[in-house]
DNA sequence: GTGAAAGCGCTAACAT
DNA sequence: ATGTTAGCGCTTTCAC
């Protein structure tokens, strides 16, 4: 697009309003020490004129961008969108604006990216990936230090910067109750087993222990998070003649998958098996049956995140390395009442 | 987060260096006219020291961000989340960032917004929003001729900035060419009613008549795109004792809660009425039984109006007020099969 | 091949 | 209450 029009600037501003550019900066930063007839004359010309400052230059004068990035690894995630949103607000709120980065889980990537944000000066980084998914420690330590950062993935304490996220432990533990209440064999389809300790497994295996039930490793299956892999858990488990009359699958869409192929089976939910999900995705209301699940509150821990890291920036005494939990809530549907 | 350090600008490493910024800005941008001799000290200099130019100061002084504004309406929207994605990598493939502002569809928003994104000095603003809502005219026309703009809304032509979208009303007609082979009563879920022509009713309408079927508005009922609207939309065809043997919903949500209506009502499906959705959100193929749907690409839709906007911005001649028509897939599944 | 000077659009600090 | 000067960190002339 070519430019045509001059550039509306502060001294044009001035200069049309017969004072110096000083005055009118005055005005655009609502300071006190200007008379308020020249204040209106200064208002009415910006108005006349549809000024804007330019965010740029004051940008590079006071030194922060009022810019926060963001880092994600997946929007088609439900999950990390919640996020998104509530970190949007919460920025909006603020006055700052979000920068989007999501890469694809590659080290190499995330590095390049987190130099990107950095020439661009983002006041503040906000980490937005699952748990499992943390980056190297290389890239966090990097980052620690220069720039504030918060993230929503569970990292080990110590090295980490602050972290907001979701207590699964107890999610897990809150689903494997709901199903051990007149059950005792209870399966799990789990997550990538590559994945850090603190998670939904150890809530289940700790539901376990207080229900006095034996962990049994042949109840056990191993998915990616995907229906399909869900699907193919609870095909595994039933090949290998596991007998079991709850399932609490580790995320919604395993669940989902998992349904699907005891159906196929021929068992009826949630007489011959109840199912807990967790997520509470939307259609976990409206799937049949309705699946009992774990909501986790992302839009919150979006919030949350971006508060925090916003506080990180203003405050002159650093509060970081901070950790705060949120708590799940079990939502009982059909698929384990 | 108090400032500790010095500032690392780019007169630190001439100085470090032993040249002027002006050669060290020339070996930043891959300049010729500089020894190779010269190029490697200031090279290592910047490794050494860890020099980041500030992309800020960039911008000042060469009137241009590197920065794009994406309007969106809703984070949750699997379709929209998919525009994102899309937009996000072509972005980057350019070396563009996204700026995120969601609004709530409310009009005075949208121009604080749209302000504040101009302040900021984007380089193109991205709508990504539903047809229905395409902000205020007001607001485009405003926009239009400031700042390059190109929506994935359908807008009148005219005014209009460019646009990238889907062929609904083509994919409107596949689905129902779909439910119209072998059966003869088609029912209609469809969006709410204050949305502009040129949509998936349309396409509905056309299928029809090229199968000398003739409209039947007691078929028709109205939802809001959610399950639960869906869901009622269903209920209240049912009551009305309409009889049909196919059913077109306008988007998946609807047409899961439909299913579920027609379950109750213990309707077999698609032996006593097929279904057909639109989008292909992840559940579709997963949902029982599989849901018959319209996927649109909405990933290429943003990276095709992304690539719009950047060459908008960046070619000479404005390429302005074009109109891109991407056309949808009929997936069959279970539920038309 | 390299450097000096000027300026991008704004604000902080010091005048007056 | 208002103006002047200097400078944020970089690039673009235009010298040499």
Redesign the pocket.
């Known amino acids: 697009m070519p430019e045509t029009t001059e550039?509306?600037?502060?001294?044009?501003?001035?200069e049309e309003a017969?004072?110096?550019?000083?005055?009118?900066?005055?005005v655009?930063?609502d300071?006190?020490?200007?008379?308020?007839?020249?204040?209106q004359r200064v208002k009415d010309v910006i108005a006349r004129l549809g000024?804007?400052?330019?965010?740029?230059?004051?940008?590079?004068?006071?030194?922060q961008s009022h810019t926060l990035g963001l880092i994600t690894a997946d929007f088609s995630d439900y999950f990390f969108t919640q996020v998104i949103a509530g970190a949007e607000i919460e920025a909006r709120k603020h006055g700052y604006y979000l920068m989007l980065s999501s890469t694809e889980r590659n080290p190499e990537e995330e590095r390049e990216y987190f130099r990107l944000l950095s020439?661009r000066r983002v006041d503040g980084i906000l980490f937005a990936r699952p748990s499992a998914q943390l980056g190297d420690p290389q890239l966090l330590s990097l980052i620690n230090g220069t720039i504030p950062v918060v993230t929503t993935s569970y990292l080990t304490p110590g090295t980490a910067p602050s972290m907001v996220h979701v207590d699964n432990i107890d999610g897990g533990r809150q689903a494997t109750r709901c199903l051990l209440s007149g059950r005792r064999h209870i399966a799990l389809i789990a997550g990538p087993s590559s994945k850090p300790v603190g998670d939904r497994t150890t809530g289940y295996r700790l539901a376990l222990e207080e229900a006095g039930v034996a962990y049994d490793p042949s109840l056990v299956a191993e998915g990616d998070w995907s229906y399909e892999s869900g699907y193919h858990a609870m095909r595994t488990l039933l090949g290998r003649g596991a007998r079991f009359s709850g399932v609490f699958a580790v995320n919604d869409q395993m669940a989902i998958g998992a349904i699907r192929a005891l159906h196929e089976a021929g068992r009826m939910i949630p007489d011959d098996v109840a199912v807990v999900g967790y997520d509470d995705i939307p259609v976990a209301a409206y799937y049949e049956p309705s699946l009992t699940t774990i909501r986790q509150p992302m839009r919150e821990v979006g919030v949350v995140a971006t508060r925090l890291l916003i506080q990180t920036i203003e405050e002159e005494e650093a509060i970081s390395n901070q950790e705060i939990l949120l708590k799940t809530e079990l939502v009982r549907r059909v698929s384990c009442p």
């Not at 006190?32 to 020249?38: M, R, S």
């Open positions: 550039r509306l600037t502060i001294s044009r501003v001035a017969g004072v110096s550019t000083q005055t009118v900066s005055r655009l930063n300071r006190p020490d200007v008379a308020p007839e020249t204040r000024y804007q400052p330019s965010a740029i230059a004051r940008s590079l004068v006071n030194r020439e």
